[in-house]
Nanobody, 124 residues
């Protein structure tokens, strides 16, 4: 059974950092594209970053470019999202998603397998 579980969210002050983890089970991470998404209250779910299988190619959306970094550790079956210089507008529930495709995408409909999400709150 394909499963992804997010962890690492919490409350952080503006300018702070967090590392989110996406732990995969039931499949070989190296064969899957993984995406990170977020959804703030009253807003649509939006893509944040993604990592392709095999090539290690990554994409990141403009709103977090230079602040967020995605990485994967296939040996640990885990994908990370390092978030720095956090802003109040980064407050959202963050989700990771998996799909058995080579190239990742930052649109939600490209993924079938989703975690339950982890809350990130940026506030002083």
């Amino acid at each position: 059974q394909v499963q992804v579980v997010e962890s690492g969210g919490g409350l952080v002050q503006p300018g702070g950092s967090l590392r989110l983890s996406c732990a995969a089970s039931g499949f070989t991470l190296d064969n899957y594209a993984i995406g990170w998404f977020r959804q703030a209250p009253g807003k649509e779910r939006e893509g944040v970053s993604c990592t392709s299988s095999g090539t290690g190619r990554t994409d990141v959306v403009d709103s977090v470019k230079g602040r967020f970094t995605i990485s994967r550790d296939n040996a640990k079956n885990t994908v990370y999202l390092d978030m720095n210089s956090l802003k109040p507008e980064d407050t959202a529930v963050y989700y990771c998603a998996a799909e058995p495709r080579p190239r990742c995408a930052t649109y939600a409909w490209g993924y079938r397998y989703w975690g339950q999400g982890t809350q990130v709150t940026v506030s002083s």
